[in-house]
């Protein structure tokens, strides 16, 4: 069954730094997501990505944070100044879109758990 | 605006006990989607199931069952004869036909026990 890679599983930064958490959606998936979990809570959408260009994006999603198709495969997510509350699981996540099926084949990844210290 | 409320924290069972976690939501659209996902302690998350709201018929797959009621926007779970395996932490999900994000309850987390 294809899955949705992320990459690095763990990662951990000194604040202040700039990191990239990358993620290979499905193949024929043309909307990417980045959500966000803060240990202990619940799931936060941050952006979604369609068509080269933001399509939607939640107030977390401030300008410290950037997302890129950098190439037909990849799916980055970039922040650029870490601060200790950027610490998280984030989750990539894709799907397809064909019709009416808006919520179909919604694939997360198994995530990246940034510690920022 | 969409909101999940799942309003059991954590949940502890014994083995081959049936345990339901309770999931009530609010939306203003008519129509819209839920979900359920498990999130096992290796930190990933698995998709369970997906309803629409034109769909109310109850679901069962295998030991897992869901009850979608509507008038009282809820859409709980149920976990027949549990098993250790089934600990986790367990998110319900709510998405707005036409929009494609997903808002997220708290969750709750499953501890069975032998």
């Known amino acids: 069954e294809p899955e949705v890679t992320q990459t690095p599983s763990h990662q951990v930064t000194q604040m202040g730094q700039e990191v990239i958490l990358r993620c290979v959606p499905i193949s024929n998936h043309l909307y990417f997501y980045w959500y966000r979990q803060i240990l202990g809570q619940k799931v936060e959408f941050l952006v979604s990505f369609y068509n080269n260009e933001i399509s939607e994006k939640s107030e977390i999603f401030d300008d410290q944070f950037s997302v890129e198709r950098p190439d037909g495969s990849n799916f980055t997510l970039k922040i650029r100044s870490t601060k200790l509350e950027d610490s998280a699981m984030y989750f990539c996540?894709?799907?397809?879109?064909?019709?009416?099926?808006?919520?179909?084949?919604?694939?997360f990844g198994s995530g990246t758990r940034l510690t920022v210290v | 605006a969409q909101k999940v409320t799942q309003a059991q924290t954590e949940i502890s069972v014994v083995e081959k006990e049936d345990v339901t976690l309770d999931c009530v939501y609010e939306t203003r659209d008519t129509t819209y989607y839920l979900f359920w996902y498990k999130q096992p302690p290796s930190g990933e998350l698995v998709f369970l199931i997906r309803r629409n709201s034109f769909d109310e018929q109850n679901e069962i797959s295998g030991r897992y069952s869901w009850n979608f009621q509507k008038s009282t926007s809820s859409f709980n779970f149920t976990i027949t004869a549990s098993q250790v395996v089934d600990s986790a932490v367990y998110f319900c999900?709510?998405?707005?036909?036409?929009?494609?994000?997903?808002?997220f309850g708290k969750g709750t987390m499953l501890l069975v026990s032998p």
């Open positions: 996540a894709s799907r397809r879109s064909t019709g009416d099926s808006y919520n179909y084949g919604y694939t």
């Open positions: 999900a709510l998405s707005p036909r036409g929009y494609s994000t997903l808002t």
